[in-house]
């Protein structure tokens, strides 16, 4: 009869425990409302800040909760001016809030040599790469590398 008290009262803490554990961790109706109205607010923020500040093939953008960061991912190809036919990716990953003089989180530079697809950026030689402190060799691994660090899924 023991054991099964026992058995009936851990269970019970087990159940209470996972309970709690919901209920604290559970986002609300308003947080939601409220991420939502940020992601809004950063996709606005972004569109702005590469209208007026540069003008690019392609950008994306993320609202990073957890830093408070409206991250956005520039992309510019090219003409090479030093080699005709050639051409230069690359891809920058700023806070759109900090505007042009802000700080670069992520950067990558490839010259594509004459000859190559203007978007096989895999055969390209990478000249630049890092993703905050961390040095990269690749296209695949910069954008694996800033999905990861800042939630932004470029990739083009």
């Given amino acids: 009869m023991k054991k099964n008290m026992k058995q009936n009262l851990l269970l019970s803490i087990v159940i209470i425990i996972i309970v709690i554990g919901y209920l604290v961790v559970k986002p609300t109706r308003s947080t939601q409302q409220t991420d939502f109205s940020l992601q809004s607010q950063c996709a606005q923020r972004a569109k702005d800040f590469v209208s007026a500040n540069y003008p690019t093939d392609g950008y994306a953008n993320h609202y990073n909760s957890k830093e408070n960061k ?87």
């Fill in 70 to 156: 409206c991250f956005v991912e520039l992309t510019d190809n090219k003409v090479n001016d030093y080699v005709v036919g050639g051409y230069n990716y690359m891809a920058d990953v700023w806070d759109a809030n900090d505007g042009p003089s802000g700080k670069i989180y992520a950067q990558i530079n490839i010259y594509l040599p004459k000859g190559t697809s203007e978007f096989n950026y895999t055969a390209g030689k990478v000249e630049e790469c890092f993703v905050g402190e961390t040095q990269c060799n690749s296209y695949d691994q910069f954008n694996s590398l800033v999905k990861k660090a800042y939630g932004i899924d470029g990739n083009f």
